[in-house]
């Protein structure tokens, strides 16, 4: 524990809990998601069960990961369709394949589910459609896939166990405080919810983006490269701009539109 405290590990320590807290980001948006699908009075509970489980099984993963990472790197399938797809997966790149078109799914189908007119009475009334243990399950696996870029991350600023794992814990307290406030927020705010999901999408395209690349796929000789996590932010700030203007416009279109119909019935009233 005393290592904890020397200078450098604990620059290393907060530079880890500070990457913790931006990988995080899409994390709290996915939580947030799954917590819906629970009853009301549950949510909350979801939210803080499946980050803390979480947080134990990220320090279990964390131990796995420096004790065997050789395994994680080493191919157990490859595909060589000469000219058509061909790559080596190894087990990092599976999980993070999988999440990717997981992630991807979920957006999908909850942006169906908000478009689907013979649905509205059970939206509207907050109709639980998932089990607390099942929600639980999905937020654990969900938390340990996007953990494995933070946890490969930290091991290459460090090598020291406990360093990491005081960012891990750290972060996952971090995690539990804001979740309910961000789940809080898309609640209040609802036109949000929107934008959430296209940006969870984005995130399973970039999982998948990324997978790809650690497996050396290629597909008809095109190498999938992996997207920078610069071109993520900068197409999430793009969108949180577009539903900001596009936010204003819709209420400038309303404002002008109660103007025409108030001018119409003031000329009704001094026609008649």
């Not at 990092?92 to 999988?98: C, M, N, Q, S, W």
């Not at 789940?183 to 969870?200: H, I, P, T, W």
Request: glycine share 6%.
């Amino acid at each position: 524990m005393a290592e904890l405290f020397s200078l450098d590990n604990l620059f290393t320590f907060f530079m880890l809990t500070a990457l913790q807290a931006v990988l995080g980001f899409d994390n709290l948006l996915y939580i947030s998601i799954e917590s819906k699908r629970v009853r009301a009075d549950k949510q909350a509970m979801v939210r803080k069960v499946g980050i803390g489980l979480a947080i134990l099984l990220r320090l279990v993963l964390l131990f796995a990961i420096l004790s065997a990472v050789q395994y994680f790197q080493t191919p157990f399938f490859s595909v060589h369709w000469t000219g058509i797809v061909e790559g080596e997966v190894n087990v990092h790149a599976f999980i993070t394949l999988i999440g990717g078109a997981f992630i991807i799914y979920t957006a999908v189908k909850e942006i169906m589910h908000m478009l689907a007119i013979d649905d509205l009475e059970g939206h509207a009334a907050g109709k639980a459609t998932r089990s607390v243990a099942s929600a639980i399950t999905w937020i654990v696996v969900m938390n340990l896939i996007f953990s494995f870029d933070s946890i490969l991350s930290a091991m290459a600023l460090t090598n020291v166990f406990i360093v990491m794992a005081a960012a891990i814990v750290v972060s996952g307290l971090g995690m539990i405080y804001l979740a309910d406030r961000v789940s809080d927020f898309l609640q209040k705010n609802r036109m949000y919810e929107v934008l959430g999901l296209f940006v969870l999408f984005i995130v399973g395209i970039m999982l998948i983006s990324e997978g790809g690349h650690l497996a050396h796929l290629t597909f008809f000789g095109y190498k999938v490269e992996a997207m920078a996590k610069s071109t993520f932010y900068f197409v999430l700030a793009i969108l949180v701009i577009v539903d900001i203007v596009q936010g204003r416009y819709q209420r400038k279109l309303l404002a002008q539109r109660e103007h025409e119909i108030q001018l119409k019935t003031e000329a009704a009233k001094t026609a008649s």
